[in-house]
């Protein structure tokens, strides 16, 4: 177990109101990430961090903003949330796993978020 | 930027059946990964492929890295129930950079009792 916790898991919310996802991971991992995944996308990456205050942008971060003060939280921030936003919200932690030591992503269970 | 096709979408199926899904790339990948989402969680690893024609089995599932590095399968025999969910293929060309992944878009299956 990854121990990623996720919060909130719900929300709604109204177009233009700020919105902070919370992710708190309990095994010192080096590197986080946060996905959206949405009907017909896929996963597809917002923002990763290799370390505390280094963060990097994914292939969809228009948008979003990300902060990482200590290495068990990493924050995914809407400044100002919109429809097409609406989405389900994956952090993930790199872990190696298994007997070959293979480095690969664990997910945490999802922040469904709605923008009205 | 670099595109998985993943195939079927969706399948239907009866119990004890076997199921059979696959990625392709027009791309090299080094790493082919298989993840399993069921209805409100997070994906969860079944498999992880490092070599070329590699074929590694978890339980009643196999999946293989294709000999062209450009493909990947993933096979469920005798499908039960609890084998519902979402199926993503992802693949990796860089050894150690996870930010690299690129996920396909997933195969919804379904098993009729």
């Known amino acids: 177990d990854a121990g990623i916790t996720q919060s909130p898991r719900h929300k709604v919310t109204e177009t233009g109101t700020p919105v902070t996802l919370r992710c708190h991971q309990t095994e010192n991992h080096r590197y986080m990430y946060w996905y959206r995944q949405d009907p017909g996308h896929g996963l597809r990456l917002i923002h990763y961090?290799?370390?505390?205050?280094?963060?990097d942008k994914g292939e969809v971060s228009d948008g979003y903003s990300v902060s990482r003060s200590k290495t068990e939280d990493f924050l995914l921030t809407l400044e100002s949330a919109t429809s097409s936003q609406t989405s389900v919200y994956f952090c993930?932690?790199?872990?190696?796993?298994?007997?070959?030591?293979?480095?690969?992503?664990?997910f945490g269970a999802g922040s469904r978020l709605t923008v009205l | 930027g670099q595109q998985l096709n993943q195939s079927p979408q969706s399948m239907f199926i009866q119990e004890g059946e076997d199921v059979s899904m696959n990625c392709t790339s027009s791309s090299i990948f080094n790493t082919w990964l298989w993840y399993k989402q069921e209805p409100g969680e997070g994906p969860v690893l079944l498999i992880a492929?490092?070599?070329?024609?590699e074929l590694t089995s978890n339980g009643r599932l196999t999946a293989q890295f294709g000999i062209t590095r450009k493909d990947s399968f993933l096979n469920i025999s005798a499908s039960i129930p609890s084998d519902v969910g979402i199926y993503f293929c992802a693949g990796r060309r860089d050894g150690g950079s996870n930010y690299k992944l690129t996920f396909g878009k997933g195969t919804l299956l379904t098993v009729n009792p």
């Open positions: 961090s290799y370390g505390v205050k280094d963060t």
């Open positions: 993930a932690i790199s872990e190696r796993t298994g007997d070959s030591g293979a480095n690969v992503l664990t």
């Open positions: 492929l490092y070599k070329a024609g």
